[in-house]
Nanobody, 125 residues
């Protein structure tokens, strides 16, 4: 069974940066997409960033220009660099692997089927 483990969360002042990491116990070659989601108290989980196997990247509007998703396939890891963190960014951040019906997830949203346990991000204003 594949396991995902996030790390890198913590406390930071507004305007600061954090880098989240996700390590998987298995190769990420089979995943069509790698994603980061977040869930704040009382809110639904939302997609923050997606990295498609083609190299295409999709960001939520709220994080565009501030967050960057990347991967190290050799290490079976992917990352979320978060810059200029804002008071509205605190949440539990989850990494997940996603599958699509075809290569490149053309015209479809990945189905995220394997999730990590989450890492807490706290931002003080």
């Amino acid at each position: 069974q594949v396991h995902l483990v996030e790390s890198g969360g913590g406390w930071v002042q507004a305007g600061g940066s954090l880098r989240l990491s996700c390590v998987t116990s298995a190769s990420i070659y089979n995943a069509n997409a790698l994603g980061w989601h977040r869930q704040a108290p009382g809110k639904q989980r939302e997609l923050v960033a997606t990295l498609i196997e083609t190299g295409a990247v999709v960001y939520a509007d709220a994080v565009k220009g501030r967050f960057a998703i990347s991967r190290d396939t050799a290490k079976n890891e992917w990352y979320l660099q978060m810059n200029n963190l804002k008071p509205e960014d605190p949440a539990v951040y989850y990494c997940a692997t996603g599958m699509c019906s075809g290569y490149g997830c053309r015209g479809e949203v990945p189905s995220y089927n394997i999730w990590g346990q989450g890492t807490q991000v706290t931002v003080s204003s």
